[in-house]
């Protein structure tokens, strides 16, 4: 990996961002619940008031479904415009997920835990995208909501927080 050279939005805007959000794509979503796509998937139609749609052309193939929902084969299959694009696909990968999510008219592009790519970034921010990379969508809303205690996240913290969905 080279030295990165991209910065991504501040803690504040991420939170503006998750407020703001109303409808989630994840892209690379498994069926298998081993997977972290899973997981997070499983958080979201929990935890989250957002309108989860999964894109994934293998699943989609087979006419799998993921946690009781369909699966569309690629961001152009979905029955609305998402607000976030959450990927879990290779860093290789993703400039494409980014020139698919500006053709749909998505406003952000979130590459999860461990996905960094800068050409993704720029083809996503060209387009007028919100970027956030090597950032797990899970993790940040728990965090800002006071969840982080929920589902394998244990702070060790107590709070008396409510969480804002």
Known sequence: MGERTWVGPTAQERLALLRSTRTVAVVG?????????????????ASTDYDVHFVNPVAAAKGETILGRPVHPDLASLPVVPDLVDVFRRPEDTPQVARDAVAVGARALWLQLGVWNEEAAAVAEAGGLTVVMDRCLKIEH???????????FDTGQLTARKTIR
């Open 29 to 45: 979503a498994s069926p298998n619940p081993a997977r972290a796509s899973y997981f997070v998937a499983t958080y979201l139609l």
């Open 142 to 152: 728990a965090r800002f909501h006071g969840g982080l205690h929920l589902f394998g």
